[in-house]
């Protein structure tokens, strides 16, 4: 498995857990979140996207196996 930069092989540099930009974007401040509230927050605005733009505008999400 080939990541960016090889970071995904390497555990010290590697993210484990959801971050939550709290400054400007670009400034690198984040602050670590739950998976629950990170994924709350992606649900919500995906669902205000559909209910803004209709559901042709939200993207689908599917697993090959």
Known sequence: ??????????????LTRPLKRTGPKGAGQCDPVSWDEALGAIASRLNAIRARDGGAHTPACAARR
Not at 1 to 14: E, K
């Open 1 to 14: 498995l080939v990541a960016y930069n090889g970071v995904w092989r390497d555990a010290n540099v590697r």
